[in-house]
T-cell receptor, first 111, second 112 residues
Framework: RKEVEQDPGPFNVPEGATVAFNCTYS??????FFWYRQDCRKEPKLLMS???SGNEDGRFTAQLNRASQYISLLIRDSKLSDSATYLC????????????FGTGTRLTVIP | EADIYQTPRYLVIGTGKKITLECSQT?????MYWYQQDPGMELHLIHY???????EKGDLSSESTVSRIRTEHFPLTLESARPSHTSQYLC???????????FGSGTRLTVV
């Protein structure tokens, strides 16, 4: 079983739509959670960390459900510039080799 | 402006050649990493380092080797490139105890 599982999509949504991505992780001891954004043929960039209490950054809202071991990302009022692949990332214990990346969910926002 | 640099950006090379992918960061980060990513696939950790003279193998087995002689520099070497090494190689760094990773722009390697 993979450490992190995501629906690969693609999600094709019109401008202005609200879209939600989910991700599940297998290790209940995981400590930190993130969403990264990766544009085509570019490097991943940190979008936001995910906290137990949930957090919001403008049009983006991240939620964590530890009991169900899933993480979500909600994007409101989608813009064309939101088109990218969104990577769910989970960190386990204290070692360096435990940052696990999902395969990513591809989003295309259509005019 | 990038704080972590990778060169070359693209590389096409023949089978059997020795290559070194360069990675340098100016943030003073102790931890550095090399990830491998095939198109449409997740990133896999192949090497990491906690600091100078520290190198460890990651979760994905790789025929490459790394060195960490200076804090800012973490090169990756393939002694004899093969077509199966064709992939994108991403270097990243983070602070000791920090969660956020900063990635370089990657090296897209093609071995023919």
């Amino acid at each position: 079983r993979k450490e992190v599982e995501q629906d690969p999509g693609p999600f094709n949504v019109p401008e202005g739509a609200t879209v939600a991505f989910n991700c599940t992780y297998s290790n209940s001891a995981s400590q930190s959670f993130f969403w990264y954004r990766q544009d085509c043929r570019k490097e991943p960039k940190l979008l936001m960390s995910v906290y137990s209490s949930g957090n919001e950054d403008g049009r983006f809202t991240a939620q964590l459900n530890r009991a169900s071991q899933y993480i979500s990302l909600l994007i409101r009022d989608s813009k064309l510039s939101d088109s990218a692949t969104y990577l769910c990332v989970v960190k386990g214990g204290t070692g360096a080799n435990n940052l696990f990346f999902g395969t990513g969910t591809r989003l295309t926002v259509i005019p | 402006e990038a704080d972590i640099y990778q060169t070359p950006r693209y590389l096409v090379i023949g089978t059997g050649k020795k290559i070194t992918l360069e990675c340098s960061q100016t943030m003073g980060h102790d931890k550095m990493y090399w990830y491998q990513q095939d198109p449409g696939m997740e990133l896999h950790l192949i090497h990491y380092s906690y600091g100078v003279n520290s190198t460890e193998k990651g979760d994905l087995s790789s025929e490459s080797t790394v060195s960490r002689i200076r804090t800012e520099h973490f090169p990756l070497t393939l002694e004899s490139a093969r077509p199966s090494h064709t992939s994108q190689y991403l270097c990243a760094s983070s602070e000791l105890g920090g969660d956020g990773y900063t990635f370089g722009s990657g090296t897209r390697l093609t071995v023919v």
